[in-house]
């Protein structure tokens, strides 16, 4: 079974700090690791994915993600955090023997205050 | 290119009806994903479509749920009949068929149930 962990419903951050959404997992596999994004009313966008290779991978909108294998974990980074980065955001794994489903955290609310 | 196309947005019926939401994925994708997000809480996956056939339906609570992908284009979700439970979000994803590919969401269909 896999599973997503994302221990805070909420994180604040002002404009101009880094920001950081954290998130653990759990596969018996090799994990394929995204990060999502979701504004109101609209669908999940996606941000970023960790397939192997370079344990820091970089997406959309200048954020980036770290793959710790040893902490299982993903963590979602961003040196410089804008008001437009305010949003929901959505760990998911998937296991690499898994060819379908997608496992989703619970979602982190990210708000970036001016 | 067009992306995931969800209707309705929204859904409001009573107890006992019978509800059914459409999914048009991004043409190309045989991978067709439903999830469901309740109360907030994670996004739970319900099923999987690789073209027409149902590669993994672990996720569909009961036997009141009943998906389609008839000629493997478009796909529905029916709920008959719907209880008070089933509100929530459902989102509708496709994807390539490799399986580190991102998701490509749709918007989502809320539905309520009273």
């Known amino acids: 079974a896999q599973s997503v962990a994302q221990p805070e419903d909420q994180v604040n951050v002002a404009e101009g700090n880094p920001l950081t959404v954290k998130c653990t997992y759990s596969v018996s596999g090799n994990p394929y690791l995204f990060w999502y994004v979701q504004y109101p009313n609209r669908g999940l966008q996606f941000l970023l994915k960790y397939i192997t290779g370079d344990n820091l991978v970089k997406g959309s909108y200048g954020f980036e993600a770290e793959f710790n294998k040893s902490q299982t974990s993903f963590h979602l980074k961003k040196p410089s955090a804008l008001v437009s980065d305010s949003a929901l955001y959505f760990c998911a794994v998937r296991d690499n023997t898994n060819a379908g489903k997608s496992t989703f955290g619970d979602g982190t609310t990210l708000t970036v205050k001016p | 290119e067009a992306g995931v196309t969800q209707f309705p947005s929204h859904s409001v019926i009573e107890k006992g009806q019978t509800v059914t939401l459409r999914c048009d994925p991004i043409s190309g994708h045989d991978n067709l994903y439903w999830y469901r997000r309740v109360m907030g809480k994670e996004i739970k996956f319900l099923l999987h479509f690789v073209k027409e056939s149902k590669q993994d339906e672990s996720g569909m609570p009961n036997n009141r749920f009943l998906a389609e992908r008839t000629g493997g284009t478009y796909s529905t979700l029916k709920v008959q009949p719907a209880e008070l439970e089933d509100s929530g979000v459902y989102f509708c994803?496709?994807?390539?068929?490799?399986?580190?590919?991102?998701?490509?969401f749709g918007n989502g269909t809320r539905l309520t149930v009273t």
């Open positions: 994803a496709s994807s390539h068929g490799t399986d580190n590919s991102p998701l490509h």
